[in-house]
T-cell receptor, first 111, second 115 residues
Framework: LAKTTQPISMDSYEGQEVNITCSHN???????ITWYQQFPSQGPRFIIQ???TKVTNEVASLFIPADRKSSTLSLPRVSLSDTAVYYC????????????FGSGTQLTVLP | NAGVTQTPKFQVLKTGQSMTLQCAQD?????MSWYRQDPGMGLRLIHY???????DQGEVPNGYNVSRSTTEDFPLRLLSAAPSQTSVYFC??????????????FGSGTRLTVV
């Protein structure tokens, strides 16, 4: 299973763009990169997934360089409600092997 | 509402007691799994199932049993509760594993305390 490394915590202010980088040096060819968000006392919630280059949805963007050894989750114009833990996962497609959740990144948005 | 339903939300057990955590989904998802989350940590996989009648162990399976008799239900059984099993338990489901876990839907969790 590909191991991921993320910063333990980050602070930001309302209205700013936040970029959270995840390192996954031993990512496999078939692996996808997925990001989840978790609020206190709730289960994680799927944010975005990608394989290469850039993916954008209504919530976030995901940037993946050509070597795929890292990825960056970008949250535009964060608000206080974006304060949460963000997990980067690397998963193997077409297999029963499981995704591993690391400790995640605690994002705190300040007023 | 469609989603993953976990019951109970809270439970206190005495050491040595057994109990079953219930998980049900109404999205016709083939894949279901159980995770535990300890304070300040990420989620660790306990058991998972890729379809009715098929289960397998995850990272921390000791002390837990599962079965999958229907697509909808995936109960987690604690055989003899220990204080080390005090944790928050999450059930998750997904349509498939083909894209490495896209669209996992998580339940709201069961907070278990073993005294």
């Amino acid at each position: 299973l590909a191991k991921t490394t993320q910063p333990i915590s980050m602070d930001s202010y309302e209205g700013q763009e936040v970029n959270i980088t995840c390192s996954h040096n031993n990512i496999a060819t078939n692996d996808y990169i997925t990001w989840y968000q978790q609020f206190p006392s709730q289960g994680p919630r799927f944010i975005i997934q990608g394989y290469k280059t850039k993916v954008t949805n209504e919530v976030a963007s995901l940037f993946i360089p050509a070597d795929r050894k890292s990825s960056t989750l970008s949250l535009p114009r964060v608000s206080l409600s974006d304060t949460a833990v963000y997990y980067c996962l690397v998963g193997t497609a077409g297999s029963a092997r499981q995704l591993t959740f690391g400790s995640g990144t605690q994002l705190t948005v300040l007023p | 509402n469609a989603g993953v339903t976990q019951t109970p939300k809270f439970q206190v057990l005495k050491t040595g007691q057994s109990m079953t955590l219930q998980c049900a989904q109404d999205m016709n998802h083939e894949y279901m799994s159980w995770y535990r989350q300890d304070p300040g940590m990420g989620l660790r996989l306990i058991h998972y199932s890729v379809g009715a009648g098929i289960t397998d162990q995850g990272e921390v399976p000791n002390g837990y049993n599962v079965s999958r008799s229907t697509t909808e239900d995936f109960p987690l059984r604690l055989l003899s509760a220990a204080p080390s099993q005090t944790s928050v338990y999450f059930c998750a489901s997904s349509y498939s594993l083909i894209q490495g876990g896209s669209g996992y839907t998580f339940g709201s969790g069961t907070r278990l305390t073993v005294v």
